[in-house]
């Protein structure tokens, strides 16, 4: 088999010399001495004429570069460079560390392992690659949740910020509010995501909340004639569970003798339901 291969090249090679000794020479024209042609001086090549033969990188850098918009040169200072015997293409490519330090610390110095496009900037890098990672850059967060231990502590990052780097989640994934027209965006400001039982008593929160779980209560104070449905909740209770003590705010009431304290040392002996103080209307 291999002898007939052989045999037929070596046919092939001698009709081939057959045919260069059979055909009479075809001289071409000497070309023409034209010096005019060189009385130019070559310009560099401009980031138009880049794209037109990197059409990929161009468009790249056009829809995602951000701040990267600038000319290639800038990062490719050596380019058309790149000799495979020299086997030296990492060499002549731009390092992230000639213009960046390293921005998230020494841990994180691969910037094509997370920022796997040079020429996309403004691309996230995928969450699966970040996923180990979320506490060495956002120490912040780790620490809060740490710091103030609740059930969402025991959730992974990712269990909330899911899909992809960067999502912010929305309550409504995994909660229902405390009534039923009650508006997601709100729940932070009694919620810290990553501390959420660290709830604000202050005067401002959204009181309707109470009536979620107090709804007797709620009903009552929202009704009630007396001065205390003007107090918030929130101005007596300044934490959840948290029982204030009438004379807070209005210390021993001039017209009340210490005898009559001493008889009923509970002012709601009297006064009954702080909640709907009977009053004299
Ligand atoms: C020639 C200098 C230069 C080089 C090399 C360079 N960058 Fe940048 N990069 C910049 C400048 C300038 C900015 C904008 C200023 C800033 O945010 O610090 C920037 C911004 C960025 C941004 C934010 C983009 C945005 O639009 O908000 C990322 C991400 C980034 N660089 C990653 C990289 C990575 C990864 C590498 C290596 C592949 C790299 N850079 C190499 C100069 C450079
Ligand atoms: C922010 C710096 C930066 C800018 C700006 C930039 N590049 Fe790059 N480019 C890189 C890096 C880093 C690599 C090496 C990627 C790797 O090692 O995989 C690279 C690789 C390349 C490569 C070879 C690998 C490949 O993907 O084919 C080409 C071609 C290229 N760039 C063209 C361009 C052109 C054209 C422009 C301008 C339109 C440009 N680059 C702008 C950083 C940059
Ligand atoms: C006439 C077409 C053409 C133009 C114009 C051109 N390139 Fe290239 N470039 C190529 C070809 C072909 C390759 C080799 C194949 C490849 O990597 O795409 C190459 C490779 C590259 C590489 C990777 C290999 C290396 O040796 O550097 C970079 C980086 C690069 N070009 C940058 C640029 C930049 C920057 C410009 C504009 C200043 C530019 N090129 C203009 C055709 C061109
Ligand atoms: C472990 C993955 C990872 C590595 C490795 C990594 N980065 Fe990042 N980098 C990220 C993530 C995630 C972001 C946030 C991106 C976003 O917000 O869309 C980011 C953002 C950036 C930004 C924008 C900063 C800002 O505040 O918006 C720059 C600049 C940047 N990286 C440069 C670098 C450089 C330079 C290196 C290498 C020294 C590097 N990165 C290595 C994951 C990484
Ligand atoms: C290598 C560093 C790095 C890693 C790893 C990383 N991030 Fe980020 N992340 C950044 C940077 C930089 C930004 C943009 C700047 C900022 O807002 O802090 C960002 C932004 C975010 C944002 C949006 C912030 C906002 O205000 O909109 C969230 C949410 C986030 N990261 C969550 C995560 C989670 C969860 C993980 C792990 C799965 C993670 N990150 C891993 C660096 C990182
Ligand atoms: C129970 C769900 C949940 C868990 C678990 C969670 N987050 Fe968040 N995270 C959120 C929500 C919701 C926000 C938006 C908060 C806001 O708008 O104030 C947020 C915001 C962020 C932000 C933006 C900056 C900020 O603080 O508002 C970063 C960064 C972040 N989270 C990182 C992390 C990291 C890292 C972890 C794990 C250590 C983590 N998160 C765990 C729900 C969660
Ligand atoms: C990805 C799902 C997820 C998201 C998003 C999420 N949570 Fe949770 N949260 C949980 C789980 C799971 C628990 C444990 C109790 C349960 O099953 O309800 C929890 C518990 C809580 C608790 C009780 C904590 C404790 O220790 O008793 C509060 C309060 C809470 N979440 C509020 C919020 C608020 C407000 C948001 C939005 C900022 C939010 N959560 C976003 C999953 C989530
Ligand atoms: C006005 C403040 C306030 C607002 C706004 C608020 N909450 Fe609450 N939430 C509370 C209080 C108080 C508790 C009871 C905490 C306790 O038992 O220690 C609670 C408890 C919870 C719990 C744990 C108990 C349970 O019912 O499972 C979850 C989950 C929760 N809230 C989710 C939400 C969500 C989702 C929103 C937004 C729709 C929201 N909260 C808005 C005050 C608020
Ligand atoms: C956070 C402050 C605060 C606390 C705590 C408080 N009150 Fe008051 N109370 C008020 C205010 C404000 C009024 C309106 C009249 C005023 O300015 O004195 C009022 C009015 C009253 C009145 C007059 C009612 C009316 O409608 O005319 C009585 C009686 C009273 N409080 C009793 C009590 C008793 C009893 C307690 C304890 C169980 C108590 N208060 C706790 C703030 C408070
Ligand atoms: C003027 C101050 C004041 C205001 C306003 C007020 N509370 Fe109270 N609350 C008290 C005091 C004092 C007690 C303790 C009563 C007792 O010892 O019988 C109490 C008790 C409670 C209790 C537990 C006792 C029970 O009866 O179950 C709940 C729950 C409660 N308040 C919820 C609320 C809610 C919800 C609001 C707003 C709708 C509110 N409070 C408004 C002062 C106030
Ligand atoms: C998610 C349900 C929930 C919400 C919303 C809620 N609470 Fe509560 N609250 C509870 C539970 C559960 C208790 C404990 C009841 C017990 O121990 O019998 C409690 C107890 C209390 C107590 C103390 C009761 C005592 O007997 O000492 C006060 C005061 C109180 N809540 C006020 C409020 C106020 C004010 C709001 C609105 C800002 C509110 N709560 C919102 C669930 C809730
Ligand atoms: C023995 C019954 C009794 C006791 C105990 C009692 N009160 Fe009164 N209190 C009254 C009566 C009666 C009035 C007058 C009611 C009216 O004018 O409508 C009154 C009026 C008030 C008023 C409104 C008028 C004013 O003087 O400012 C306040 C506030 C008040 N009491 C607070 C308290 C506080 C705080 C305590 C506990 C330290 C307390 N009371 C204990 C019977 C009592």
Redesign the pocket.
């Known amino acids: 088999m291999t002898r007939f291969i052989a045999i037929l090249l070596a046919a092939a090679s001698l009709s081939v010399v057959g045919m260069v000794t059979t055909i009479p020479a075809q001289q071409q024209p000497l070309p023409q001495h034209n010096p005019a042609l060189y009385a130019v001086d070559p310009q560099p090549l401009t980031l138009d004429q880049c794209g037109q033969c990197h059409p990929v990188h161009f468009t790249d850098i056009r829809q995602q570069g951000g701040k990267h918009q600038f000319d290639c040169r800038e990062c490719h200072t050596t380019f058309h460079a790149y000799n495979p015997r020299k086997n030296n293409f990492s060499a002549i490519m731009p390092d992230c560390t000639e213009c960046h330090t390293l921005i998230h610390g020494d841990k994180h110095s691969q910037c094509l392992g997370c920022h796997s496009n040079p020429h996309a900037a403004t691309k996230a890098p995928s969450l699966a690659v970040v996923i180990s990672f979320c506490a060495d850059c956002h120490t912040d967060q780790g620490a809060q949740l740490a710091e103030k231990p609740s059930l969402h502590t025991e959730l992974s990052c990712d269990e909330c910020h899911h899909s992809e780097h960067g999502l912010i989640p929305s309550c409504a994934e995994c909660h229902q509010p405390h009534f039923s027209s009650q508006d997601f965006a709100g729940c932070i400001a009694c919620h810290p995501a990553h501390q959420p039982l660290e709830i604000p008593f202050n005067p401002d929160i959204e ?1 309707q909340t ?1 009536s979620g779980c ?1 709804d007797d ?2 009903a009552k ?1 929202q009704s009630t004639v007396s001065l ?1 449905g003007q ?3 929130a ?3 300044t934490a959840h569970k948290e ?2 003590d ?1 004379r807070t705010c209005h210390g021993t009431p001039p017209a009340h003798s210490k005898t009559m304290l001493k008889k009923f040392p509970n002012c ?1 002996d009297c006064h009954l339901d ?2 709907d103080l009977p009053t004299k209307n």
């Open positions: 009181l109470c107090h209560i709620f104070w205390h107090v918030s909740c101005e007596c209770h029982i204030p009438c709601l702080v909640h």
